[in-house]
């Protein structure tokens, strides 16, 4: 069943409620007058009051305003027909009740209030006792009343509470998925720049590698090249523009705020092992020594930074023809493993003119030791040593 089909039997239910009610209140209020003859017509006058109301109680709904208005006029002719005033309370409440859920409370109250000042002037110039009128029963009727409005007020006020809280809970949804889809969109959109991120910090380890490699093969063949040969120029501008090229990288990657560089790697043994070919190809003598190093064991990317940094210095900067790498597993400490990795060179020079590092081993050494680890560097009697321990978080 619908609403509105619901609203129209609990309609019919509570007029046949009145119609009982203003009936047996009626032969209750006056029990002695059952034995008098006119009781049959005072009966049957009572009963078309009380039907009289309960179908002017089923468009309370639909125009409550109206519906009191008639309602105090009908209660006018039951008054000055001289029936029991109490039985007339139902029907009054009910239609009270209706008025007040309308929103109408101020003219249901002034409504009320008038009815029954009315009817108390008209039974007393009927006739009637001012003590009885004014009585017991003018403040039941009145009592009644205020019961039925101020009950009708309170369901008003818990259905705008219940209303209130619907809509609380409602918005609180629609609150939590937005918060759930604005969280889906930025897992995501962080998914996708970390992903970014690391596509291209790759790329810039690798253009690294690949730069200080075109850099030392360039330095060699310009050291190889006879001078005044026509490929001297070029070979110059090649040497030249790989350095600024490395130059430009590192500062970029200096400059970016990598603060996953311990827990990155960038390469493996074989990585290494192709940097050394590419210094042993360039002329220059180099020993590895890596024990307890696998080919495919990751490496953490500052590592492969450092021994890149350490070649590339080696024969830009000093007249070097010996290198020596040492690269060695530590126990794991604190659940990272721990790695000690050393660059030895013979390419010291004249007190002076030695090279004891850059802008960029300076700034990787910052980044070693903000990992937890250390790094140092300098002369080591005929030879320049780069030394460090490089953290890097275990994988799962």
């Known amino acids: 069943m619908d609403q509105s089909g619901s609203w129209r039997v609990t309609g019919i239910l ?5 119609f009982l009610a203003m009936i047996l209140l009626s032969l209750l209020a006056e029990p002695h007058a059952w034995s008098d003859p ?49 039985a007339l309370a139902p029907a009054l409440m009910v239609i009270l009740f209706a008025v007040v859920m309308a929103g109408h409370q101020i003219f249901a109250g002034a409504v009320a209030v008038g009815i029954y000042l009315v009817s108390s002037v008209l039974r007393i110039l009927a006739g009637e006792e001012p003590d009885t009128v004014l009585g ?9 009343a205020a019961v039925a409005m101020v009950l009708a007020q309170a369901v008003l006020y818990l259905r705008r ?6 809509k609380l809970v409602t918005s609180t949804q629609k609150l939590d998925d ?16 970390q992903e970014r991120s690391r596509l291209y910090l790759n790329a810039q380890d690798e253009l690294a590698h690949h730069l200080a490699v075109a850099t030392l093969h360039g330095n060699a063949a310009l050291e190889q090249a006879k001078s005044g040969q026509p490929a001297i120029v070029s070979l110059e501008y090649i040497r030249e523009s790989t350095r600024k090229a490395l130059m430009i990288l590192r500062r970029s990657v200096d400059s970016l705020s990598d603060t996953d560089a311990s827990s990155r790697t960038a390469g493996s043994l074989g990585n290494i092992v192709e940097l050394v070919s590419s210094l042993r190809d360039a002329g220059i003598r180099v ?15 500052l590592l492969m930074r450092l021994l890149r940094e ?3 210095n080696a024969v830009i900067h000093a007249d070097t023809t010996h290198l020596v790498i040492f690269l060695r597993p530590q126990p794991p400490q604190q659940n990272r493993n721990l790695w000690h990795v050393s660059v030895r060179n ?51």
């Open 310 to 312: 350490a070649a590339t």
């Open 178 to 193: 937005l918060k759930s889809k604005a969280r889906i969109k930025f897992d995501a959109d962080r998914q996708w720049m």
């Open 136 to 144: 017991y029963e003018l403040v039941a009727s009145l009592g009644l």
């Open 38 to 86: 006119q009781w049959l017509t005072h009966l049957l006058l009572t009963g078309g009051f009380a039907l009289g109301f309960a179908a002017l109680s089923l468009a309370r709904r639909s125009v409550p305003r109206i519906t009191l208005v008639l309602a105090a006029l009908g209660a006018g002719g039951y008054y000055a027909a001289g029936l029991p005033s109490l």
């Open 346 to 396: 013979d390419g010291v020079r004249a007190r002076g003119n030695q090279f004891t590092g850059g802008d960029s081993l300076s700034n990787l050494r910052r980044k070693i030791l903000e990992s937890g680890g250390s790094m140092e560097w300098g002369q080591l009697g005929n030879n320049f040593l780069i030394s460090a321990e490089i953290f890097q978080k275990r994988e799962q």
């Open 161 to 166: 509470a219940e209303a209130a809280e619907r």
């Open 14 to 18: 509570w007029a046949v409620v009145i």
């Open 287 to 301: 020993d590895m020594n890596a024990p307890g190093v696998d080919l495919d064991d990751r490496l953490p990317i």
